[in-house]
């Protein structure tokens, strides 16, 4: 993927990627029509726009039937992203998928909780899991203590990064700005975990709780780091820390040089 703004790799080109993907499995798919209803809509467009615009011809396309719809669109993930990075360069094209699932998914909590764990091995589900945790609170936080145990490191990281707080470019989830308790089992989960990209969401996600309940931060890090800590759990607590020490905070100060 040679270098260009995000949003310009959401056209025309991109329309017909999608399209000669999807009539390899379901050649009744109208391509002409998709093709050209995304290029007539995209080009004043900006990025979100873009990809809600061909989500939506995406869904036209498939006979507005959400289940048979997203059968087809599983079928063209592909191979899992093995990199941990990579989700908006080479798999930038799920990024529509996504979407779908999202904006389209909610009544159908089982089939979509599979296709985000699937999307997330080679893209991102932390944009799309949020409003199924606004909607069914108790059953996603569950499914994503479960996500925290996957010997996938996709997975895990959407574990965390679905669940922040304050997640960039994405809707707050209010409900943990408030309480982030249902989350704090998720992330304890996660406090050893070997992979960096993991372990920076599981920081980025305490560093977003320590903006809004600094004592039930300080609580969960303070029972971290007692006894011996893996390098891991080190560097977690020392990057959850950084806007806290930055800020002259005594006892996050005294808690970093114990590290």
């Not at 304050?166 to 406090?191: C, E, G, H, M, V």
Request: aromatic content about 10%.
């Amino acid at each position: 993927m040679a270098y260009k703004k995000l949003k310009y790799w959401f056209d025309k080109e991109l329309a017909i990627l999608l399209a000669d993907k999807i009539t390899r499995h379901y050649p009744d798919f109208d391509r002409k029509a998709f093709v050209s209803a995304v290029d007539q809509q995209v080009p004043e467009l900006e990025l979100k726009d873009r990809v809600e615009v061909i989500t939506d011809e995406l869904y036209k396309a498939l006979d507005h039937d959400y289940s048979e719809g997203l059968q087809i669109l599983m079928q063209i993930l592909g191979p899992e992203n093995p990199e941990e990075t990579g989700m908006f360069t080479n798999y930038y094209w799920v990024m529509p998928i996504a979407k779908y699932v999202e904006k389209y998914g909610l009544d159908f909590f089982n089939q979509s909780m599979q296709a985000i764990e699937e999307i997330t091995r080679r893209n991102t589900g932390e944009y799309t899991i949020r409003p199924f945790i606004e909607k069914y609170p108790v059953k996603t936080i569950d499914k994503m203590k479960t996500w925290s145990n996957s010997p996938n490191f996709h997975v895990r990281r959407l574990a965390s990064e679905g669940v922040r707080p304050r997640l960039p470019w994405a809707s707050k989830l209010d409900q943990f700005i408030i309480d982030p308790s249902p989350i704090l089992p998720i992330l304890s989960n996660l406090n050893d975990d070997p992979s960096r990209y993991v372990q920076k969401s599981v920081a980025n996600c305490l560093n977003d709780i320590l903006k809004d309940n600094v004592e039930i931060g300080r609580s969960l890090l303070d029972e971290w780091s007692q006894g011996e800590m893996t390098g891991s759990r080190k560097w977690i607590i020392r990057h959850a820390l950084r806007k806290q020490v930055k800020d002259g905070k005594d006892w996050a100060i005294q808690l970093q040089a114990q590290l």
